[in-house]
């Protein structure tokens, strides 16, 4: 399967699970119903602001990512709901401008070779 169809088919097939507020339900490991949100950013991001992110902070960012960044420029996953207010937890994959100030830490990445394209939060 090509790397764009499997970002696309992935990103479709969470949305597929959501309700009408963004709200996925799933069985824990005690059998007990969890229940989370997911936010997808409004947009993506343009190709030219993706080569210009790239440019400016010489690196090339993963091409799944990119593609996951046309479609949406950030997400929230799985955030935590209890009694319907979000409690946080989850993955954060950041935007173009989150990544941005990531970077900026170069105590934190000095010793990584890699880029910062999300963090996993609490009770995860």
């Not at 993706?50 to 799944?64: G, N, T, V, Y």
Request: proline letters at 2%; charged letters at 20%.
């Amino acid at each position: 399967m090509h790397l764009t169809s499997f970002v696309q088919n992935t990103v479709n097939g969470l949305k597929s699970l959501l309700d009408q507020n963004g709200v996925i339900r799933s069985l824990g490991s005690e059998g007990e119903i969890t229940v989370a949100l997911v936010t997808f950013s409004d947009s993506g991001a343009s190709q030219s602001d993706i080569r210009a992110f790239e440019s400016h902070h010489q690196l090339s960012l993963p091409a799944d990512y990119k593609k996951f960044l046309t479609l949406h420029n950030g997400a929230r996953i799985f955030d935590i709901l209890l009694d319907g207010v979000n409690i946080g937890g989850g993955l954060h994959l950041f935007n173009l401008k989150e990544i941005d100030t990531e970077l900026k830490d170069e105590e934190l990445y000095e010793d990584v070779s890699g880029i910062p394209v999300g963090h996993l939060l609490e009770e995860c």
